[in-house]
């Protein structure tokens, strides 16, 4: 079954899974942590989807800080460390296809 974009400035929409290994986050700090998304490149838009966090955890933002490379700022908080360990995540990746267009369109 396929979709189709009717109006717009996306060149593409693709949903990645990958293997994602968060370190341990300190007690009511953030860090940022690095994943590889194999074909990501900066500039993309990146939404990150974990339905496994843990209690007081939240992934705050995903960029795309280097080809193939997401950087997420996971915040902890909680009072005591989290460390999540590996597991499957999955990004949601948006490719612009020219400059931003400056409206929604309809």
């Given at each position: 079954?396929?979709?189709?974009?009717?109006?717009g400035?996306?060149?593409?929409?693709s949903?990645?899974?990958v293997?994602?290994?968060?370190?341990?986050?300190?007690?009511?700090?953030?860090?940022?942590?690095?994943?590889?998304?194999?074909?990501?490149?900066?500039?993309?838009?990146?939404?990150?989807?974990?339905?496994a966090?843990?209690?007081?955890?939240?992934?705050?933002?995903?960029?795309?800080?280097?080809?193939?490379t997401?950087?997420?700022?996971v915040?902890?908080?909680?009072?005591?460390?989290?460390?999540?360990?590996?597991?499957?995540?999955?990004?949601?990746v948006?490719?612009?296809d020219?400059?931003?267009?400056?409206r929604?369109?309809?």
């Amino acid at each position: 079954m396929g979709y189709t974009i009717h109006a717009g400035n996306v060149a593409g929409i693709s949903i990645v899974t990958v293997a994602v290994d968060l370190g341990s986050v300190a007690a009511n700090t953030s860090e940022e942590e690095t994943a590889t998304v194999p074909g990501v490149k900066v500039g993309d838009l990146i939404v990150c989807m974990d339905s496994a966090l843990s209690a007081g955890q939240v992934i705050a933002q995903a960029r795309v800080s280097a080809a193939n490379t997401v950087t997420l700022q996971v915040i902890n908080t909680t009072a005591g460390a989290i460390d999540a360990g590996s597991r499957s995540m999955k990004f949601l990746v948006v490719r612009q296809d020219g400059a931003d267009i400056g409206r929604v369109s309809t």
